[in-house]
Each structure stands twice: as structure tokens, then as C-alpha cells.
């Protein structure tokens, strides 16, 4: 009898224990279960969405998708040691022709860490599956194919490819990973319109047996991917590369530490190229430093200098506080503001010069005397009116702003030199927004890299104002310091600027900013163009060194538009 209830209660005790884990089983864990099982015999697959395209003017690309592979090893496959495999892999994607001749050491390096990298991915312990080497071009897929190494594999993955590399960089921007892996655009036209290029990914969803084969007569559930927009823009990829080519050697002849070329139809903002430099390649953005990704064009604020003075000129005749005959009855000597003196950059005056007269010499002392009879109010509001201190709104991410003073609280010094371009910050996309109304008859356009249908203009001056600020600046480009580089019999409107650069409190006496605006035919312009460069070497002056370099693209630009000399 004993045993029989030392029998009956192991076997209770087991039922008990059985019933525990069932309970657990199905009841616990039952849904964590089911969920496995689903998983098990349903295969779910995200159908990736093309990335759309960026095109030149032309209809050619300046990004595109292309297919490249991602590289796996199931582990358990395998047949050659990692070692093994890393060793046969390694020289196809460490070439020794991508290295200096006198080099090869670097080289070695370079392969051997390539081949250390390999095997350990194909090392972990207890992972069956592992990606080995991510962009694999097809020519290498193929290569590595014919090696008929088992255990390898290749999955299909996209990647950006931009044909013209670092010319349009910062204004393209790039695609990059985010904190989820996703492919994300960054900086330029790829960050702006990143929803509308990235499109709505799909899913797939099929039923499958133990050996992960579909079951033809399971459920299949799909949602086809929607693929993202395609972008046509107003790039002219000839006047982009006329605009790289110039830049490019304009970096070694004036050695600026920056440099940058906008070039723009003036009539409806439309961007016709931009380059900046020094740049970066988009497709291998990881490679360089990132403070390259910002467009100095969009991004860097800075006083302009004299190149502000035509607008704040436009805004004295439209406001009828001066006329084109008005005479400076200031010009003939250092100009008193408050405790200081406004003077000349030559320290050369002028009496009795006519406003015509205060711009071709670039008289800081006239433009004073401007600013002096429109006042502070004016002067902001005019300065507001051309988009000084606001965002363009250019299809750009990364654009900049320094906010105008408020209105109401400038005094005497801060009119002075906000109407020769000291003591207003601005980029320049907004100093070429803001001429390109006195281009285009008065009206403020908004610059635009994406072709649009719209085009919505602002009358901020009146043809009259326009049309005489622009015959002050033809005379300004024929007769100013940069006369020696005019082309003659070409009409056009221009002006220099040579800005300080503020530093902690004060104006730095050597380090400069160069620049050069203008726009060609002058009553008639094709195009408005700004160059900029910062902290020329060879001489601080922009008539020495931004100004060749704007005539030197004009020129180029006057033959590809067809564009004659007038006489």
C-alpha cells in the first residue's frame, strides 16, 4: 500500500507538473507562439521604393538610383575558412592602382586591414547569416561569382550615384543612413525634398513550409511599393561646369580660402548653376569632413560691403530722397557720425559728385549722405522689401539668416554703415534676390533650383528706380575699379565689393571677402551672376580678384547665349 501511494504521488506530482508547463505553454507564452509560428510559415519582405531621380535642365542626371549588391555569407555553407575567403575577396575591393606608385606600403595596409574586416565578419559566433561587404558593384558580383566561393551570396540594395561628383555636391546634398538604417537625404536638393524623392515602400506578405518555400496554395497579401518623384530642375549642367572650371582655378590663382558662384535668370529666380568650394563627394560624403556638406552659396552669412550699395541706391531713388543729378554736398571730406569719421577707401574725396558719381567711385562718405536723408525707418523698411534679413525660401535645406536690427532701434552710426555694407549680415542667395529686382524692372523673385510653374513676383521699387540704378552701375563696371577688366562693346551692369571681416568686436585690416555682382545684356539680362571669395591671397581687392573671375565666366556665358557685343 505504501508504494502504490509513493507511485500515485509521482505520477500526481508529474500531472501536476505537466499541466504547469502547458498552462505556461498556451497560456503565458501563447502569443509570443503564435506570433513564431505566424512568422515561421509567413514570409513578410518590404518592397523598397525607387528613390526618385534629379535631373539637369537638359534632361540628363545629376542623381540617379543604380542597383548595386550586398555581399552575405551563410556561415554554416562554407567551405574555406573566413581567412580564406577574405583573402580571395580582399584585392577585389582594395586596387592597387587607387594607390600613389611610391606608396605601395599603404597599399599592403590598406589590404591587409580589408582582409582582417572580411573575417571577422564571417567569424561571429553562433550567426548564420552576415553581411560581408555592403555596395558591391555588378563587375564585382560577377567576379566574385566565377570564383564559385559556396556560402556567398548577394541581395539586390540601391545606392545614389551622381554623375557629375563634387561639382554639384553641396547643392544636390546626399542620401544617408538615418538612426533606423532608412535612407534619408541630407543638405541640398536631397534633404529639401526628401518625402517627395523617397516615395511610400511596399510589403509582401506570403505564406511559406518549414524549408521556407512559398506555398502556391497559401494566402499572399501585397502592396506595391510607390515610387518617389522625380525631380527636373533649372540646372544648366554647361553653364555648371563653365562655373567649376573658373572656380577651380580661381582657387590656385587668388589662393581664397572659399569660393563661391551663383548664376541665376533674373526674371523668374530660376538657379542656373551654383558651385562652391572647397567640396566634397557626395557619393563618398563619409570620407570627408563634415562642415564640407553646408553650401556656402545658401549658408554663410557675412557683410557684404560695397556690393550692398547699389540696392541701398535703388531704394534712395525709388523713395525720391535723392535723384540720379543729386549732388553730395558732403563728398569733400571725412564724413562726421556721432564720434567717428566715415571715409573713403582710397582716401580719395570727391566734391560735388553726383549719385552717379557716389558709386563709381564706391564713396563711402555719398552713401552716407544717402542714408542720412532717408533715414533709419526707411533705410529698414527698404531693406526688409528687398529680403535683407529673411529667408529666400530657396528649395535648398540649409539656407541661413541673420534678422535685420529691429526696426526703431538703430542709430546714427548703424544708418551710416548698413548703407556702404557694414553692419548688416546677409548670404549670398539673398544679396543676388535682392539685384536681381533692380535686373528685372523692380520686382523680388523667389530663387527656385526645382523648375515650377509658378512664379510669383513682389514689386518692390519702380521700373524708373530700376532702370536708372542700372545705368549707374553700367557706368560703375566701365569706369569703377574694376574698369581695366571690362569687356568692351558688351553691356553690363556690375559692381565690386571688398568687405572687412568683423572679429571679435573689430574688422580684421588684412582678411577680406572679395565680390562681384552684375548682370549682362544690362537692359536685357540673360543672367545675374555673384561671385565671392574669401580671403583672397594675391590681393584683398575684388576688383583684382573677383571681378576677373566673373568676367572670365561672363565671357564664356556671353558665346553659350548667344549674347554680342553691341557695337
Not at 565671392?532 to 576688383?543: H, I, M, N, V
Request: some cysteine.
Amino acid at each position: 500500500m505504501t508504494r502504490f501511494k509513493i507511485v500515485f504521488a509521482v505520477f500526481s506530482l508529474l500531472f501536476l507538473a505537466i499541466i504547469s508547463r502547458l498552462f505556461y505553454w498556451q497560456v503565458i507564452k501563447g502569443s509570443d507562439l503564435s506570433l513564431q509560428a505566424s512568422n515561421q510559415y509567413r514570409g513578410n519582405k518590404t518592397l523598397v521604393a525607387p528613390r526618385g531621380n534629379i535631373y539637369a535642365s537638359d534632361g540628363t542626371w545629376l542623381a540617379v538610383m543604380r542597383t548595386n549588391w550586398l555581399l552575405f555569407a551563410e556561415t554554416p555553407k562554407l567551405k574555406e575558412t573566413p581567412k580564406e575567403v577574405a583573402e580571395k575577396l580582399a584585392p577585389l575591393f582594395v586596387k592597387i592602382e587607387d594607390f600613389p606608385e611610391d606608396n605601395k606600403d599603404e597599399y599592403r595596409l590598406a589590404l591587409l586591414n580589408e582582409i582582417d574586416r572580411l573575417e571577422k565578419s564571417m567569424s561571429r559566433k553562433g550567426v548564420v547569416w552576415t553581411p560581408v561587404k555592403r555596395k558591391v558593384t555588378t563587375e564585382q558580383k560577377n567576379k566574385i561569382e566565377e570564383m564559385g566561393i559556396l556560402g556567398l551570396g548577394f541581395d539586390p540594395e540601391e545606392s545614389r550615384y551622381y554623375p557629375e561628383g563634387s561639382s554639384s555636391a553641396q547643392l544636390l546634398g546626399f542620401v544617408g543612413k538615418d538612426s533606423d538604417g532608412e535612407d534619408v537625404g541630407y543638405f541640398g536638393l536631397e534633404g529639401f525634398y526628401n518625402i517627395l524623392l523617397s516615395g511610400k515602400d511596399g510589403f509582401v506578405k506570403r505564406e511559406k513550409d518549414l524549408t521556407g518555400a512559398p506555398i502556391l496554395t497559401g494566402g499572399l497579401s501585397e502592396i506595391s511599393p510607390i515610387s518617389g518623384t522625380d525631380l527636373h530642375t533649372s540646372i544648366d549642367k554647361r553653364i555648371q561646369n563653365i562655373v567649376e572650371n573658373k572656380l577651380f582655378e580661381a582657387k590656385d590663382k587668388y589662393g581664397a580660402v572659399q569660393g563661391s558662384v551663383i548664376v541665376m535668370d533674373p526674371s523668374i529666380g530660376a538657379i542656373l548653376a551654383m558651385s562652391s568650394y572647397p567640396s566634397y563627394d557626395p557619393a563618398k560624403y563619409s570620407e570627408f569632413d563634415q562642415s564640407l556638406f553646408k553650401n556656402p552659396a545658401i549658408s554663410d552669412t557675412f557683410e557684404p560691403g560695397s556690393i550692398f550699395k547699389v540696392i541701398v541706391m535703388a531704394a534712395g531713388l525709388d523713395s525720391e530722397k535723392i535723384e540720379v543729378d543729386t549732388i553730395c554736398d558732403v563728398c569733400d571730406k571725412p564724413y562726421a557720425v556721432d564720434k567717428y569719421f566715415i571715409k573713403t577707401w582710397d582716401g580719395k574725396y570727391h566734391p560735388n559728385s553726383t549719385m552717379t558719381d557716389v558709386l563709381v567711385h564706391s564713396d563711402n562718405v555719398g552713401m552716407s549722405f544717402i542714408a542720412a536723408r532717408m533715414g533709419s525707418n526707411l533705410m529698414y523698411e527698404y531693406l526688409d522689401k528687398f529680403g535683407i534679413g529673411r529667408l529666400t525660401g530657396i528649395d535648398l535645406q540649409g539656407e541661413a539668416n541673420i534678422n535685420l536690427r529691429k526696426k526703431g532701434t538703430w542709430n546714427i552710426v548703424d544708418l551710416a554703415t548698413s548703407s556702404f555694407g557694414q553692419g548688416v549680415s546677409t548670404t549670398p542667395i539673398q544679396l543676388i534676390r535682392a539685384t536681381a529686382a533692380i535686373a528685372n524692372g523692380g520686382y523680388l523673385v523667389t530663387p527656385k533650383v526645382v523648375k515650377s510653374e509658378s512664379n510669383v513676383k513682389e514689386r518692390v521699387i519702380s521700373k524708373d528706380a530700376a532702370d536708372e540704378t542700372t545705368a549707374m552701375m553700367i557706368d560703375a563696371a566701365k569706369k569703377g575699379e574694376a574698369k581695366w577688366i571690362d569687356l568692351k562693346g558688351f553691356s553690363v551692369a556690375g559692381k565690386t565689393g571688398t568687405a572687412q571681416i568683423p572679429i571679435a568686436g573689430h574688422y580684421d585690416a588684412e582678411k577680406t571677402i572679395a565680390s562681384f555682382i552684375g548682370f549682362a545684356p544690362a537692359n536685357n539680362p540673360k543672367f545675374i551672376m555673384l561671385v565671392t571669395l574669401k580671403e583672397p591671397q594675391s590681393s584683398p581687392w575684388a576688383s583684382e580678384t573677383a571681378a576677373p573671375l566673373w568676367y572670365a565666366i561672363a565671357k564664356d556665358l556671353f558665346s553659350y547665349f548667344g549674347i554680342q557685343p553691341e557695337n
